[in-house]
């Protein structure tokens, strides 16, 4: 049998404190960025299976969103998004339009940057994209563009994916 003495005890207590401390630490950056994420609004059909897995897509990536089963026409119209660039949900966040299947890293990006834009759109929706990823697409994945929508009608590649 070992025995320890309450130095020895007392010691153990502190480190371990210590320890979860400093976990709690390095896990903090992390769990206040995620916080510090503003909340996605989603307008979508409420029949649609790929709108929901991009919303889980977003959660996942740490964005909160409130989301509208009321379609998407409207609040693409209203928020300046070109029907060429239509996909099968429209949101809002930060101030700006996201059209389709953006990924939630070109999201944060955006957040970032803050450019002079309408938003970000991914028209159509192509497979591989973030809600069009499920096993019922066989892993196959299309080549995409992620666009920059400008108010004067413009859009440029924000990000492309091969």
Known sequence: MHCRTTTQVRFDHRRRALCVGALG???WPAAA??????????WKSPT???CSDWIRHLEANGFRTRVF??????????????????SCHTAVV????????????EIKR??????????????????????MDGPEYGGRKDAYEV??????????VFQAYS
């Open 147 to 156: 666009l920059l929508l400008t108010k004067d009608g413009r859009a440029s």
């Open 69 to 86: 089963d009321e379609g998407s026409v409207k609040k693409r119209a209203a928020m300046g998004v070109d029907l060429r660039y239509g």
């Open 48 to 50: 649609c299976g790929c």
């Open 25 to 27: 630490l390095a896990t």
């Open 33 to 42: 960025a995620a916080q510090s994420l503003p909340v996605v609004e989603v």
């Open 110 to 131: 955006l957040l970032r940057e803050r450019p002079v834009a309408i938003g970000l759109a991914v028209p159509g929706m192509p497979i591989g994209s973030p809600g």
């Open 94 to 105: 930060g101030g700006y339009a996201i059209e389709g299947h953006v990924p939630a890293r």
